[in-house]
């Protein structure tokens, strides 16, 4: 009778037997899983942190290392404005102001892009965005059927690189090197050179065109010219881009090319952001641009009346000044490290590049968009490119700068700046 009770007893012995040497397995497996879920914590956490602080160095570089950016506030007070006030002159000088930071940190964020790209697509980059800021003005101006505006502030653009870009780069270099004359590589300056005289005669065709009522269809024909220059000048301006790249290498190194790269292997600094660092930020601050932008052109007919300013002197005169505030700093610095040539590529490659592809872009844009958008910029305006285009290839054609040839300069654009002061728009009246 007491058999089945022992045998009971012998099976639960066998049974915690058992269960006893299965606990040290489990407890290992669970250490296992607890030691590679920690890891992974420190893995993540790790990654976070250095995400983080990468975001932090690079905010602190970008935004708080310079002392423009004290400016930045007056962007979203302008937007607050708009939505606040009537105040279209408020609104208009608020975004203006807010946009200077902006359009120099672009070009700060492009230099930084250029030094993993090297000389020749760096100088593409510097003069591509460099040139945003107008190009995004444009497009939002073009978008409201503000053609004149669009016209003015380009061929602004082109006035203020050629003489006060370059005026006071010339300027700033002779005065720092006031005991020899700087020397920079003609035959560059004298291909811009074709090439902005080509972008004017583009120009002057419709506008003598229209003026001397000989089109075969009025107010067509002008229009259909203009596509056809437009297209012709980007042509031209892929085959310079073409020609830069492939072709001509060292097209914006000093003579002396030797001595040049010894300084600067002495003189560059390490970039402070990351390649795509510098990506993200280019787009980042491009966004923003385009947000103000849309308010500033909103604002600039009610700016003109509150103000009481003419609307030419506003889209030629202080909407390009806020546009080239980049490369009026990079090319000021530059010159007075004996770095001319580069100088000479920001302002002037600047101008080029905006005659040769921004306007026929806004062009063909204009095309797609059903506005009638032309290379008509009117007599006075076309003859004050002629002039100016001259002067600078005057100027030019030593390969020499000074401080006296740098104050003629801006002199030239002082005279310009009257000028559209004082000029009446004739589409204004008609």
Same mark, same amino acid.
């Given at each position: ?26 407890? $290992? ?60 002159g408020l609104v208009f000088f608020f975004s203006l102001i807010g946009i200077i930071p902006l359009a120099e ?24 965005? !460099? ?10 101006? /073009? ?10 502030? *380009?061929? !602004? ?44 005669? !583009? ?69 402070? /952001? ?12 491009? *966004?923003? $641009? ?30 390009? $000044? ?31 590049? $905006?005659? +040769? ?11 797609? +968009? !059903? ?36 104050? +003629? ?21 008609d």
């Open positions: 009778m007491m058999r089945p009770v022992d045998e009971r007893a012998d099976f639960a012995l066998e049974v915690e037997t058992i269960a006893s040497s299965s606990l040290p397995s489990t407890k $290992i497996v669970s250490s296992e899983l607890l030691h590679s879920r920690s890891l992974l914590n420190v893995a993540y956490s790790r990654i976070l942190w250095g995400i983080l602080t990468g975001l932090s160095k690079s905010i602190k570089v970008v935004i708080f290392s310079a002392k423009i950016n004290i400016l930045l506030p007056f962007g979203p007070l302008s937007i607050i404005l708009h939505f606040l006030t009537k105040n279209h940190r672009l070009g700060y964020a492009t230099e930084q892009l250029a030094t993993y790209t090297g000389h020749t697509v760096g100088g593409l980059l510097n003069a591509t965005f !460099g040139n945003a800021t107008e190009m995004i003005i444009a497009i939002y101006a /073009l978008k409201s059927g503000m053609i004149r505006v669009v016209q003015q502030s *380009l061929l !602004g653009s082109i006035l203020s690189n050629m003489l006060l870009v370059l005026g006071c780069a010339f300027f700033a270099g002779g005065v720092v090197h006031n005991k020899k004359d700087q020397i920079f590589n003609k035959a560059a300056a004298v291909v811009n050179s074709g090439l902005l005289l080509m972008a004017v005669m !583009g120009l002057t065709f419709p506008a003598v065109l229209h003026f001397t009522r000989s089109e075969v269809h009025y107010g067509k024909s002008e229009v259909a010219l203009s596509r056809f220059s437009s297209g012709v000048m980007l042509v031209a301006y892929a085959s310079y881009l073409f020609f830069q790249l492939r072709g001509q290498q060292n097209s914006y190194h000093p003579i002396s090319d030797e001595e040049v790269h010894s300084e600067d292997s002495e003189e560059d600094e390490p970039p402070e /952001l990351s390649q795509w660092e510098s990506i993200s930020w280019l787009a980042v601050l491009t *966004l923003w $641009i385009s947000i103000l932008s849309e308010y500033l052109v909103d604002a600039i007919e009610g700016a003109s009346d509150a103000l009481n300013l003419p609307l030419a002197f506003i889209s030629v005169i202080l909407l390009p $000044i806020v546009g080239n505030a980049a490369e009026h700093a990079s090319a000021i610095m530059f010159a007075m490290k004996d770095k001319l040539d580069i100088s000479l590529g920001v302002a002037i490659g600047s101008s080029t590049q $905006i005659s +040769m592809f921004v306007i026929p872009f806004t062009v063909v844009v204009g095309w797609l +968009m !059903g506005t009638q958008m032309d290379l008509n910029f009117q007599l006075f305006e076309t003859a004050t490119l002629f002039i100016t285009v001259l002067v600078v290839a005057f100027m030019l054609q030593e390969g020499t700068a000074n401080y006296f040839k740098g104050l +003629m300069l801006i002199l030239c654009y002082f005279i310009v700046a009257a000028s559209f002061y004082f000029h009446t728009d004739p589409t204004e009246s």
